[in-house]
């Protein structure tokens, strides 16, 4: 079976799991994990900022970001297709009683004009506009990264209009690796930074929220609220911070095997967006109908935004799409599966 579902498939390896049982651990809640106050550290250094908090997934740092950044009643800002709206089960209503207003964008790109026209007015009406939610890369827009510039201006625009800005970087080193450009440079602009291990880095489980002590000392009490307080933790952490050492820089030999798949589907017929990192979406008539008969043929994808299907590559397919054979053999199943169509689609 190759598993393309998602860079989350990925299973730990050896050099990982050999740092996981030598890691030293403490009680967490008590502060007392060496392994875990190592990698929050490690975290928060890489990504410019005062303070990092270790929490079990991305889903929970993201909604710890929203909601230390907001009062209940309040109006989040962010995009259509942002995972913290399509694929976080209502959360922030749950957890944080705020509201969600969706803004189209390209590509997963908001910009200042469309972000200004919907901050409301002070008005008894009206939910206060607090939040502006970010994500780099963006999931269902295929991995699409968010220019630096325009992250900028709109993180600006933002914060001048009174808005605090949260950026979803469940996959900001795959930006890092596609662009050269440090992730602390997207970081720079954000007040909350969340981002994974568990993704393409390859950790077994863990994300991180980044920001200044004052609000990462109110995470930790959020973390705790949301049951996200864990004891040894070090266990995992220390994976988290192999995975952060040693695993960034290749994630670019993703992205190549995301190209060289989107060429191979492309000269087989298909309408396939073009990647820019390790997520490859592709237009299918059926999506669930193609998915099934892909699996039956030993691939495994995922339905992407609708009308397609999700290839994502990653450290554990590498080594069967590193040749050109691994490449022909995803493309051949996907034939079997289904004739290519070639849709204009927006
Ligand atoms: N995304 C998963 C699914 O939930 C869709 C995937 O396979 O891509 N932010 C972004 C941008 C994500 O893509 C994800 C995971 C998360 C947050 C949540 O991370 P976890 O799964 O750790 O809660």
């Given at each position: 079976?190759?598993?393309?579902?998602?860079?989350?498939?990925?299973?730990?390896?050896?050099?990982?799991?050999?740092?996981?049982?030598?890691?030293?651990?403490?009680?967490?809640?008590?502060?007392?994990?060496?392994?875990?106050?190592?990698?929050?550290?490690?975290?928060?250094?890489?990504?410019?900022?005062?303070?990092?908090?270790?929490?079990?997934?991305?889903?929970?740092?993201?909604?710890?970001?929203?909601?230390?950044?907001?009062?209940?009643?309040?109006?989040?800002?962010?995009?259509?297709?942002?995972?913290?709206?399509?694929?976080?089960?209502?959360?922030?209503?749950?957890?944080?009683?705020?509201?969600?207003?969706?803004?189209?964008?390209?590509?997963?790109?908001?910009?200042?004009?469309?972000?200004?026209?919907?901050?409301?007015?002070?008005?008894?009406?009206?939910?206060?506009?607090?939040?502006?939610?970010?994500?780099?890369?963006?999931?269902?827009?295929?991995?699409?990264?968010?220019?630096?510039?325009?992250?900028?201006?709109?993180?600006?625009?933002?914060?001048?209009?009174?808005?605090?800005?949260?950026?979803?970087?469940?996959?900001?080193?795959?930006?890092?690796?596609?662009?050269?450009?440090?992730?602390?440079?997207?970081?720079?602009?954000?007040?909350?930074?969340?981002?994974?291990?568990?993704k393409g880095l390859g950790a077994p489980v863990g994300s991180l929220l980044a920001g200044d002590e004052e609000t990462i000392m109110e995470a930790r009490r959020a973390r705790k609220a949301f049951g996200g307080g864990m004891r040894q933790a070090g266990i995992i952490?220390?994976?988290?911070?192999?995975?952060?050492?040693?695993?960034?820089?290749?994630?670019?030999?993703?992205?190549?095997?995301?190209?060289?798949?989107?060429?191979?589907?492309?000269?087989?017929?298909?309408?396939?967006?073009?990647?820019?990192?390790?997520?490859?979406?592709?237009?299918?008539?059926?999506?669930?109908?193609?998915?099934?008969?892909?699996?039956?043929?030993?691939?495994?994808?995922?339905?992407?935004?609708?009308?397609?299907?999700?290839?994502?590559?990653?450290?554990?397919?590498?080594?069967?799409?590193?040749?050109?054979?691994?490449?022909?053999?995803?493309?051949?199943?996907?034939?079997?599966?289904?004739?290519?169509?070639?849709?204009?689609?927006?």
């Amino acid at each position: 079976m190759i598993d393309l579902r998602s860079d989350t498939v990925t299973r730990p390896t050896e050099g990982m799991r050999r740092v996981m049982l030598e890691a030293p651990v403490g009680d967490d809640v008590f502060g007392e994990d060496p392994a875990v106050n190592r990698l929050e550290e490690y975290v928060a250094d890489l990504l410019g900022k005062e303070a990092a908090l270790y929490a079990p997934s991305g889903t929970m740092t993201n909604q710890i970001g929203v909601h230390v950044n907001t009062n209940r009643g309040e109006e989040v800002l962010l995009h259509e297709g942002s995972h913290i709206f399509v694929y976080e089960a209502g959360a922030p209503a749950m957890l944080s009683g705020v509201q969600l207003r969706t803004l189209a964008g390209e590509a997963g790109v908001l910009d200042s004009e469309t972000v200004r026209a919907a901050v409301r007015p002070e008005d008894v009406h009206f939910p206060r506009s607090r939040l502006l939610c970010l994500e780099n890369t963006h999931n269902t827009s295929g991995g699409k990264i968010f220019p630096l510039e325009d992250f900028a201006t709109v993180a600006a625009t933002a914060t001048e209009l009174g808005l605090k800005v949260h950026l979803d970087g469940a996959r900001l080193f795959n930006a890092q690796a596609a662009t050269g450009i440090p992730a602390r440079e997207w970081c720079a602009h954000a007040d909350t930074v969340s981002v994974c291990s568990s993704k393409g880095l390859g950790a077994p489980v863990g994300s991180l929220l980044a920001g200044d002590e004052e609000t990462i000392m109110e995470a930790r009490r959020a973390r705790k609220a949301f049951g996200g307080g864990m004891r040894q933790a070090g266990i995992i952490a220390a994976a988290s911070l192999y995975a952060f050492e040693n695993h960034v820089d290749r994630l670019a030999e993703d992205h190549d095997h995301a190209r060289n798949l989107a060429s191979g589907l492309r000269e087989a017929g298909y309408d396939v967006r073009e990647p820019e990192t390790n997520l490859v979406l592709v237009a299918v008539d059926d999506p669930s109908e193609f998915l099934q008969a892909l699996a039956r043929e030993g691939v495994l994808a995922t339905p992407g935004r609708p009308g397609y299907v999700r290839f994502c590559t990653h450290l554990d397919a590498c080594d069967v799409l590193g040749t050109g054979e691994g490449i022909q053999r995803v493309v051949a199943a996907c034939l079997r599966a289904s004739e290519p169509i070639s849709p204009i689609r927006g």
